[in-house]
């Protein structure tokens, strides 16, 4: 059952919002949206275009994603595949260039997110870290070596 406050309402009609979306974007499953946009706009530095405890659109450097909360996908296939998964996302990294690893790194220990891998200089000439949010999603924000967002 969705939890959206009935006065609540999004900014365009989620046709208008879908028929807008372009390019490559993702949606993640997420336990509790209020805890992955605190993950999110704390650490990622992303901005909300639009959340409530059922949905979140969000946005970083022109892109858009979404968090959808489990209990919106009861009659989507993808439903049965998350239940009761401790962690999600196994073998994905969502990569967020344009983040600034040093930065995001600070910002997820002290909101006690699991840094999996500190930032670090890779051959592949970005800096990047590896933090894993509340759901065990893989995020990777990196930058340029050299270059800070």
Do not use: Q
Not at 56 to 83: C, E, K, Q, W
Not at 121 to 145: M, N, Q
Request: net charge negative; charged share 25%.
């Amino acid at each position: 059952m969705k939890k959206r406050p009935p006065d609540k309402t999004p900014p365009v009609s989620p046709e208008d919002y879908g028929r807008g979306l372009r390019g490559i974007g993702f949606n993640l499953l997420v336990t509790d949206v209020a805890r992955s946009m605190a993950f999110a706009t704390e650490v990622l530095g992303a901005t909300s275009f639009y959340d409530d405890a059922d949905f979140a659109a969000l946005r970083f450097n022109g892109s858009d994603f979404m968090f959808h909360a489990d209990h919106t996908y009861g009659d989507n296939p993808l439903a049965g595949i998350v239940a009761g998964l401790e962690a999600r996302g196994a073998g994905v990294e969502l990569r967020i260039y344009g983040c600034d690893p040093d930065e995001a790194e600070k910002r997820a220990r002290a909101g006690g997110w699991t840094v999996l891998s500190g930032s670090i200089d890779k051959p592949h000439g970005l800096r990047e870290c590896i933090i894993i949010d509340d759901d065990g999603y893989a995020w990777v924000p990196g930058v340029a070596i050299g270059r800070r967002a």
